[in-house]
T-cell receptor
Framework: GESVGLHLPTLSVQEGDNSIINCAYS??????FIWYKQESGKGPQFIID?????DKRQGQRVTVLLNKTVKHLSLQIAATQPGDSAVYFC???????????????FGQGTILTVHP | EAQVTQNPRYLITVTGKKLTVTCSQN?????MSWYRQDPGLGLRQIYY???????DKGDVPEGYKVSRKEKRNFPLILESPSPNQTSLYFC?????????????FGPGTRLTVT
């Protein structure tokens, strides 16, 4: 992830709409990527992950897209619900060789607000 | 219940007074990590541990120490806290070094250094 300043990007959507949250990462060597959701007053919660040998992965109502050429990651949430309101973070990890991961770098985060 | 616990949850202290924030997980996870979260800066990794007696620096290790003597515990030590270490701290753990699968986060410790 990369820092883009003191003000978090925000995304405001209506309930039922699809949401797309974007993230740029800076380390071209990163080969594992994760999206987290953080609700107010809580620790981050894993949503979905993707490895660099993939460009798309789907979960339940969520899809992660990876574009390694431009170092861009996105999280798509289908039929967004008020309970999806939270801060969303992307994170990237660097393989230590083989399949071992150590350091994890988080993006700044995006605030998603879902209006009923 | 599978969980990561941190203590204390809230702490106000003064500059230079050594403190330890404890972290414990009951999931037999190999990997544990500490993060700090500051407004506008997101989560930054302080230290991580791949297994017992194996620790390494994250992005912001200065002013912190860690130890991993047992698999379940990963305390964060501030030998001489300073006001710039005022932050929200999260401990996390995950099962495999070979992938993240799911990294479980603790509830957070809000530290204020005056």
């Amino acid at each position: 992830g990369e820092s883009v300043g003191l003000h978090l990007p925000t995304l405001s959507v209506q309930e039922g709409d699809n949401s797309i949250i974007n993230c740029a990462y800076s380390n071209s060597a990163s080969d594992y990527f994760i999206w987290y959701k953080q609700e107010s007053g809580k620790g981050p919660q894993f949503i979905i992950d993707i490895r660099s040998n993939m460009d798309k992965r789907q979960g339940q109502r969520v899809t992660v897209l990876l574009n390694k050429t431009v170092k861009h990651l996105s999280l798509q949430i289908a039929a967004t619900q008020p309970g999806d309101s939270a801060v969303y973070f992307c994170a990237d990890a660097l393989s230590l060789g083989g399949t071992s991961y150590g350091k994890l770098t988080f993006g700044q985060g995006t605030i998603l607000t879902v209006h009923p | 219940e599978a969980q990561v616990t941190q203590n204390p949850r809230y702490l106000i202290t003064v500059t230079g007074k050594k403190l330890t924030v404890t972290c414990s997980q009951n999931m037999n996870h190999e990997y544990m990590s500490w993060y700090r979260q500051d407004p506008g800066l997101g989560l930054r990794q302080i230290y991580y541990s791949m297994n017992v007696e194996v620790t390494d620096k994250g992005d912001v290790p200065e002013g912190y120490k860690v130890s991993r003597k047992e698999k379940r515990n990963f305390p964060l030590i501030l030998e001489s806290p300073s006001p710039n270490q005022t932050s929200l701290y999260f401990c996390a753990s995950s099962f495999r070094r070979t992938g993240w699968d799911e990294q479980y986060f603790g509830p957070g410790t809000r530290l204020t250094v005056t």
